[in-house]
Nanobody
Framework: QVQLVESGGGLVQAGGSLRLSCAAS????????MGWFRQAPGKARELVASITWSGGSITYAESVKGRFIISRDNAKNIMYLQMNSLKPEDTAVYYC?????????????????WGQGTQVTVSS
């Protein structure tokens, strides 16, 4: 069983920055593909970024490329999402997810474990 706990959300003005963290339990975190997703009110959950176990492969949604950075520290069982130049349209609940199989994964059904989410609100 894997437990994921997100933190770091909050209220920020447009143009500001936040760093989200996802702390994972489990001894084999280092072998999992990890992802950040977000869900705005009335919208489907969508991929923000995904990172393979080594960090060797990373993918981003087009809407966040150049602004967000995903990273992970396997020694600490933590994944991060650095969010810069935030926009009001980035407002959503952000979720971290873990996939026990390898490889980049871009859709929700490819992930096996989910955190409870953390709210990010960007004011204009």
């Amino acid at each position: 069983q894997v437990q994921l706990v997100e933190s770091g959300g909050g209220l920020v003005q447009a143009g500001g920055s936040l760093r989200l963290s996802c702390a994972a339990s489990g001894r084999i975190f280092s072998s999992y593909t990890m992802g950040w997703f977000r869900q705005a009110p009335g919208k489907a959950r969508e991929l923000v970024a995904s990172i393979t176990w080594s960090g060797g492969s990373i993918t981003y949604a087009e809407s966040v490329k150049g602004r967000f950075i995903i990273s992970r520290d396997n020694a600490k069982n933590i994944m991060y999402l650095q969010m810069n130049s935030l926009k009001p349209e980035d407002t959503a609940v952000y979720y971290c997810a873990a996939r026990t199989l390898g490889g980049i994964a871009t859709v929700t059904r490819q992930y096996d474990y989910w955190g409870q989410g953390t709210q990010v609100t960007v004011s204009s």
